[in-house]
């Protein structure tokens, strides 16, 4: 492992940009009154890089409060002014993306070549495809479905939308919730994780750059049981999003079933990854190392589970160790380092745990330790031969770890990787089309890869099935969470008596 942690002038200036507090509302920075603070820190270092007063449930209730105001003017805008501004805001993005890209890396630990090359260009893309679906929110043609009556479908904004993102990847799942919402005429008040809010608040400021009006873009960073609960029961807020464990999920979805809210969640995943006996080998061990060590492995959709054909299993697991092997931790600001670490040294110790204790039952092929050093550093780890009712088969482990186990047929391999309480994203390695398209069809999965991982692009949706939770990030679809249905129906007779009014009163 390379010298992780020395710290150079290019690192992000949290501090420096932070100044005037890590809350945004109706256009500027604030500073929380929660009485309480929060220490980011850098997980590459260990070092705090910013501390910042946490917002409370008043700084929740002034968010909600800019929002609504926003409202009837963002909503009442038409979709060509939205258009052009989220055309402009891509703009700013694109200017200030080395910006963004050392600010996400600072405070998640992850590589830069990973957030130049991953999150800013993909959270830029995102903002330029809803520059163009904001034109296009459609409803059903007009018609005369009656016979006597014109009807038409509006497609209408909910209002104030109150969202929760996590720390893995806090730009683009800020840009996921923020984007579809705003395209579609609502307004927002997002919480980011306390331990990453610097690019959602750069994201709010450069929505503002714009020129999106004050209000419409609103930033709360506090904890989830002060800060996040006041937001999803807020009796103010029509819709709530949410983005993180199964668990906490559960609980986001009973608060907001108190008032009725729209709820959209997107929760945890133990992504299968099935190769066929048929597959390439190569193909399938370079797809597996990359697939689960994306983001240090913490990624609802990374390869997690990696069930081969017993012709392969063998080779593959060689291959798959040996290309481990060769991955570099280090520094996320080096240009050399393929891995950063964890979150946390608390994220690095569960996953540690859980390779710990899978020793007693299956064999850890390479990796299962931390190298010497400051930061939350975990070796990439591969383990083979465990039971599948085992916990590092079933639970979600969120670090670098990918489990290999062997089947037989293919009903034994496609029943497999349904095994799991959880259904967010899968592939399927196959050259045979029709073996693939099964594999396709059977998975239970919202997203499933043929001969790749991990891959996402802006004109598709993003979500899962089971326990991995219901609606879609991305692509068109997602507005049929951020807006509502409307159905308007003319009379087109100009009759006093109508026909069907003698089933409640008088004779034909």
């Known amino acids: 492992m390379h010298n992780p942690g020395n710290a150079t002038p290019e690192r992000f200036p949290a501090e420096e940009r932070f100044a005037a507090g890590a809350q945004y509302i109706a256009g500027r920075l604030t500073k929380g009154t929660s009485g309480r603070s929060h220490a980011v820190v850098d997980p590459a270092t260990g070092e705090e890089v910013l501390t910042y007063e946490l917002a409370g449930t008043d700084d929740v209730d002034a968010a909600v409060a800019a929002a609504r105001a926003a409202f ?16 402009r805001l891509a703009a700013v993005l694109a200017d200030r993306a080395e910006e963004f890209a050392r600010a996400e890396s600072l405070q998640c630990g992850k590589p830069l070549k990973l957030t130049r090359e991953f999150d800013v260009p993909g959270t830029i893309d995102n903002t330029a495809f809803f520059a163009g679906a904001a034109r296009h929110l459609q409803g059903q043609s007009a018609g005369e479905y009656s016979g006597d009556h014109t009807s038409y479908v509006r497609r209408e904004a909910i209002g ?16 996921w919730k923020i984007l579809p919402a705003i395209a579609a005429g609502n307004t927002i008040v997002l919480k980011p994780a306390e331990l990453t809010p610097f690019t959602s608040l750069l994201f709010a400021e450069a929505c503002t750059e714009a020129g999106i009006p004050d ?9 989830g049981k002060e800060a996040g609960e ?50 390439d080998p190569e193909a399938a061990a370079h797809g597996a190392v990359a697939g689960a060590l994306i983001n240090t492995g913490q990624d609802c959709t990374a390869a997690t589970r990696a069930y081969v054909q017993r012709p392969l299993y063998e080779e593959f697991v060689a291959r798959t160790a040996a290309l481990m092997e060769t991955v570099r931790l280090g520094d996320p600001f080096a240009p ?62 969120f670090g670098p770890v990918l489990v290999v186990l062997p089947f ?24 045979d089309v029709y073996r693939a398209n099964r594999a396709t069809r059977e998975i239970k999965a919202g997203c499933v890869w043929v001969n790749d991982h991990i891959p996402i ?25 951020y807006t509502q249905i409307k159905h308007v129906m003319f009379d087109n007779t100009a009759v006093a008596e109508k026909d069907w009014h003698r089933t409640i009163f008088g004779d034909r």
């Open 336 to 397: 050399d380092t393929d891995l950063g670490p964890l979150i946390s040294h608390a994220q690095r110790d569960r996953v540690a745990g859980f390779v710990d204790r899978a020793r007693a039952y299956a064999r850890v092929v390479t990796g299962g330790e931390a190298p010497d050093a400051k930061g939350a550093y975990y070796r990439p780890t591969l383990v083979a031969d465990a039971p599948q009712d085992s916990e590092i088969v079933q639970s979600e482990i």
């Open 408 to 431: 037989d047929t293919d009903d034994e391999g496609l029943a497999l990787a349904n095994d799991t309480p959880y259904g967010l994203a899968a592939s399927a390695w196959s050259r």
């Open 230 to 279: 006041r937001l999803v029961g807020h009796p103010d807020v029509a819709m709530t999003s949410f983005t993180g464990s199964t668990a906490v999920g559960k609980r986001v979805a009973e608060i907001a079933t108190a008032t009725v809210k729209r709820i959209h969640l997107e929760l945890g995943g133990k992504a299968p990854f099935v190769v066929f006996d048929d597959a």
């Open 160 to 175: 104030v939308v109150g969202s929760i993102a996590p720390w893995n990847y806090p730009l683009q799942m800020a840009a």
């Open 457 to 481: 692009i802006s004109e598709m949706p993003h979500g899962g099935y089971k326990a991995s939770g219901f609606g879609k990030d991305m692509s068109a679809y997602s507005f049929e969470e």
């Open 215 to 223: 209000g419409v873009v609103n930033i709360v960073t506090g904890t």
């Open 72 to 87: 009837p003017g963002w909503s009442g805008a038409t979709p060509g002014e939205r258009s052009d501004a989220l055309h």
